[in-house]
């Protein structure tokens, strides 16, 4: 059943990440270090960058370990988008999960003029950050350069004055912007549009290559044909 497996995916993965304890704290440590390194309304626009590249890292991560174990359990009648739809769904939560405990923090913190906005742009960039990482984990072929690709993402975004609607994570840049500063318009609406627009694109993007991706695993080797030996020839060994 279909829903049975990707819940055991969920469970699968999430046991793991229980496990790793260092990994969980470095979820909140990194995003806090970088909401505490800027001032005023930057603050709040680096820590839900920050908090963008921690989920989007543990995404690759979490899909890249499924390189070896993926084939086996297509073997055993899994399905590729059961096996990324389960990671996706944990994924999420976890990510949901962070952006209500930074909304705490950063509400505590700054006292934003729009809470409600601020909890929606955190929200919104968890729901961007996790395809994204799936979508590199599926498109790059090792760790080093999945996590470079992501650097480069979060650091282009982190030193754009002006806003792109070519970047990945405008919609949650406009909001976080839009929930920090109390004269902008607090119209959300196209950026929530282009945020759920990109994280679309993305779970097709990663959806096709992973698909393919386990196909090729699966692909029998192919065997050399053995020498024909005519009939009544001898056969000499040395």
């Known amino acids: 059943m279909t829903t049975r497996r990707i819940m055991v995916i969920c469970e699968m993965h999430g046991h793991t990440l229980l496990r790793r304890r260092l990994t969980m704290l470095l979820l909140v440590a990194l995003p806090l270090a970088l909401y505490l390194s800027g001032h005023g309304y930057v603050r709040i626009e680096f820590g839900g960058l920050g908090l963008a590249w921690a989920i989007a890292t543990v995404s690759l991560f979490t899909l890249q370990a499924g390189r070896t174990i993926d084939p086996f359990l297509a073997l055993?009648?899994?399905?590729?988008?059961?096996?990324?739809?389960?990671?996706?769904?944990?994924?999420?939560?976890?990510?949901?999960?962070?952006?209500?405990?930074?909304?705490?923090?950063?509400?505590?913190?700054?006292?934003?003029?729009?809470?409600?906005?601020?909890?929606?742009?955190?929200?919104?960039?968890?729901?961007?950050?996790?395809?994204?990482?799936?979508?590199?984990?599926?498109?790059?072929?090792?760790?080093?350069?999945g996590v470079l690709v992501l650097i480069g993402i979060v650091a282009v975004a982190m030193v754009m004055e002006n806003n792109s609607v070519l970047h990945p994570l405008y919609g949650s840049r406009e909001i976080l912007n839009t929930a920090a500063l109390a004269e902008r318009d607090a119209g959300i609406g196209a950026a929530t549009l282009h945020a759920l627009g990109v994280a679309s694109s993305l779970w097709a993007v990663s959806l096709v290559a992973w698909m393919t991706r386990v196909r090729l695993h699966l692909r029998p080797p192919s065997v050399a044909p053995k020498p024909a030996v005519a009939s009544g020839s001898p056969v000499t060994t040395d």
Do not use: K, N, Q
């Not at 059961?82 to 999420?92: F, K, M, P, V």
């Not at 809470?115 to 984990?137: D, R, S």
């Open 76 to 145: 055993s009648g899994y399905r590729p988008f059961e096996l990324l739809l389960g990671r996706l769904i944990l994924l999420e939560g976890v990510g949901a999960a962070l952006a209500v405990l930074f909304w705490v923090i950063m509400s505590l913190g700054e006292d934003p003029p729009r809470p409600a906005t601020l909890l929606v742009a955190l929200l919104v960039t968890a729901g961007i950050a996790v395809p994204m990482g799936i979508a590199i984990a599926a498109l790059v072929p090792r760790e080093l350069e």
